[in-house]
């Protein structure tokens, strides 16, 4: 097994109440809620936590995008992987650097990708690994005005061409429905030929599960919700699906997101970092109502089909003050909000509190 560390980079000082006042973090005034000392704070402890982890010996670190959000501020996370990437490279060590990624189905500049990929291969001496996201729906479609119906289709477009550009040995042109060039000819290229692992984020839809074992990919599955509440049916089916394509159970073709809060006792990571988790789903995701994660057009048929058939992939995103089951970006009133006591015992070990991605 690999464990790394996954970081986003939330703004840290959002009020108490927030998920009272505010609709969702998507739609929160910038303005109205930043001390600027505090938001140069909140990306150095970013950059900081990231090294820490390679200086500690995790064997990976991962980084993610979201844009125009409190809880990542990472519009590109290429930036924080290369200062990560020439970091551990200076100092020695074998880290290797995930990005989680760039959102293939928002982008409308697919070789800017390709490129930056590229380059963070050759920075970091052939220790990326690529994530290939669709990427979340109110990104794409709300932030970035993408037409839902067109998300995937190009996100399929953009992930052929971003392969292709990295191990064509000859110029070539690229005549898409999407994009259009009259040469691609990429400098410089991955160091990892024809291509560095790619590992596909998703919520454990059929589709793209049976899409990632058909091409040899990596599965990440970012519960947030644990192996017990979420995960054990998301494995089973992803290796019932494996069976069907004829793909072993390499433990390699699947990674999990896990909340690790450590203390030493279960009291003390209850009362240590309940705030914090419970400021997480409240205050974060769980402000992002179901219209923000799936605007119409956006999920396949199968997909749609999938969640009402298995709502109990929700997880804990089921349990949010706004949840994803609402139909509205309203908050709902502070006395709902308090009623509910939120499940947050740990397992004691040592270390620090974070989110680890096991592979």
């Known amino acids: 097994m690999k464990v790394s560390l996954f970081e986003q980079v939330p703004y840290r000082y959002l009020p108490a109440g927030f998920e009272d006042r505010y609709s969702s973090v998507v739609t ?6 930043v001390e600027p000392e505090r938001m140069q704070e909140s990306l150095q402890s970013g950059y900081g936590e990231l090294m820490h982890a390679a200086r500690a010996g995790f064997d990976g670190v991962c ?4 844009s125009q959000s409190t809880y990542d501020i990472s519009p590109n996370p290429n930036l924080m992987a290369a200062a990560v990437a020439y970091g551990t490279r200076a100092e020695g060590l074998d880290t290797a650097i995930t990005v989680l990624g760039r959102s293939l ?3 409308r500049e697919p070789l800017k990708v ?6 963070l291969d050759c920075i970091s001496g052939g220790r990326l690994i690529a994530g290939f996201p669709v990427g979340l729906s109110y990104d794409a479609n709300q932030n970035g005005a993408i037409p839902a119906i067109e998300t995937r289709e190009r996100y399929n477009e953009h992930r052929e061409l971003i392969l292709k550009a990295w191990s064509e040995p000859d110029p070539f042109a690229w005549n898409g429905r999407f994009e259009k060039y009259g040469q691609v000819n990429l400098w410089p290229r991955p160091i990892q030929q024809p291509h560095p692992p790619i ?5 454990g839809s059929p589709g793209t599960m049976m899409d990632i074992l058909r091409r040899d990919y990596a599965f990440v599955y970012l519960s947030w919700s644990g192996p017990k509440l979420v ?7 992803y290796w019932e699906f494996a069976e069907k394509q004829g793909r072993d159970r390499n433990p390699y073709r699947l990674a999990f997101l896990q909340v690790v809060a450590v203390s030493e006792t279960d009291a003390d990571a209850e009362k240590e970092y309940a705030p914090h988790l419970e400021a997480h789903y409240r205050a974060g995701l769980g402000t992002v109502p179901v219209s923000g994660f799936a605007v119409p057009g956006y999920a396949e048929p199968a997909g749609i089909e999938h969640m009402i058939r298995n709502p109990g992939d929700l997880g804990m995103l089921a349990k949010c003050t706004t949840s994803p089951t609402r139909r509205s970006w309203t908050p709902r009133s502070r006395s709902s909000a308090v009623r509910r006591r939120w499940p947050t ?15």
Not at 114 to 119: M, N, Q, S, V
Request: net charge negative; hydrophobic share 30%.
């Open 28 to 33: 929160a005034p910038y303005f109205e809620l």
């Open 63 to 66: 980084v993610t995008e979201h």
């Open 105 to 107: 189905g928002k982008s």
């Open 114 to 119: 390709a490129e930056e990929y590229a380059l």
């Open 199 to 203: 590992w596909i984020p998703g919520s």
């Open 231 to 237: 995960g054990h049916q998301i494995f089973d089916r």
């Open 345 to 359: 015992r740990s397992r004691s070990s040592s270390g620090n509190f974070g989110s680890g991605i096991c592979s």
